[in-house]
């Protein structure tokens, strides 16, 4: 159930008002936090209904939403306009999974404040080539060059300030196993990460858990859950993980609607069927605050005569 909360104006007219600091802190913080999966503006407004206090901006869904594989089909700057609309739309703390930058240590840069400009909280940057694949698909996971990934990460980190900087490894994904993704996530915290990704396709969560016992680094561990659903998120507070992103949930929640609603109206010939599943156009209304447009007419148009 979405419960809509009106637009707040002040954050339309005040992108990036220290939403690098609110997700830093959220990142420190004792607590677990979470991360939902936004790929434009309604995704992003309906994670802030549902009380989400930050977003990732997937290279995934945002991929997909635009038709693209992800699979560096998508160019920074698509995803920078997506960003962009999300975080004026929310204005929630976002970070943007920004594959491998985009290419080298300068593509990286320029991504980077582009973002911040635009009122990002900060960028995940993975130790992966360009183009990159999907991690989740295929067997094709090449790393980066570790030195040369950490020149990325100093690039970006000298950029753009205090924009929160996770490096992300691909050591397990890449089967190049635990001492591999241990030592290189150590070399990011050194090259400026303030958080570690670590990533797993394993069904189950015991490479993750591992990671997290065996780290010794005072920088939060931030993981995705996608494939090892199963494990309860109590495992992580125990394991002192920082932070977990559901990671393409709102997508495929839409991509399972959209079909059914499609299907029954190419069937049906009519909307009668489907109208008590889908949203009113009241509740889509409340989401964009369609009433505050009307209070400022009001307010700043002549009345009619
Ligand atoms: C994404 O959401 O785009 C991610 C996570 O990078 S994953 O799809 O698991 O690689
Ligand atoms: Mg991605």
Redesign the pocket.
């Given at each position: 159930m979405v419960h809509p909360q009106p637009i707040s104006v002040d954050s339309i007219q005040t992108p990036g008002k220290d939403r690098a600091g609110a997700l830093r802190n959220l990142l420190q913080s004792e607590e677990l936090s979470f991360l939902m999966?936004a790929h434009d503006g309604v995704s992003a407004v309906i994670a802030r209904g549902a009380g989400f206090r930050a977003l990732?901006a997937?290279?995934?869904?945002?991929?997909s939403v635009l038709g693209y594989r992800?699979a560096s089909e998508t160019s920074w700057s698509n995803v920078a306009d997506i960003v962009e609309r999300m975080a004026d739309a929310s204005g929630l703390p976002i970070l943007v999974?920004g594959?491998t930058g985009h290419g080298n240590f300068n593509n990286a840069r320029l991504f980077a404040r582009k973002l911040q400009r635009i009122g990002a909280a900060g960028l995940?940057l993975?130790d992966k080539l360009f183009p990159k694949t999907?991690?989740?698909v295929g067997h094709r996971h090449p790393l980066a060059d570790e030195r040369e990934f950490c020149g990325r990460l100093r690039a970006v980190k000298e950029a753009a300030g205090d924009f929160v900087l996770v490096a992300?490894t691909e050591a397990l994904i890449a089967g190049q196993g635990m001492d591999a993704a241990l030592s290189r996530a150590s070399a990011y915290v050194d090259a400026g990460a303030d958080a570690i990704l670590v990533?797993s396709?394993k069904a189950d969560a015991d490479e993750i858990l591992e990671f997290a016992g065996r780290w010794r680094e005072a920088v939060p561990l931030v993981i995705?859950p996608?494939?090892y659903y199963v494990t309860p998120v109590s495992a992580y507070r125990q394991a002192g993980i920082a932070a977990v992103?559901w990671?393409?949930h709102n997508l495929r929640a839409s991509i399972a609607a959209m079909r059914r609603v499609s299907a029954r109206l190419a069937n049906d010939e009519s909307s009668v069927g489907i109208e008590p599943e889908i949203a009113t156009l009241d509740e889509l209304f409340a989401l964009f605050g369609y009433d505050e447009l009307s209070a400022a007419e009001e307010r700043y148009l002549p009345m009619p005569p």
């Open positions: 999966e990732w997937s290279s995934l869904t945002i991929s992800d999974d594959d995940c993975e999907n991690s989740l992300r990533h396709r995705v996608t494939s992103i990671a393409n």
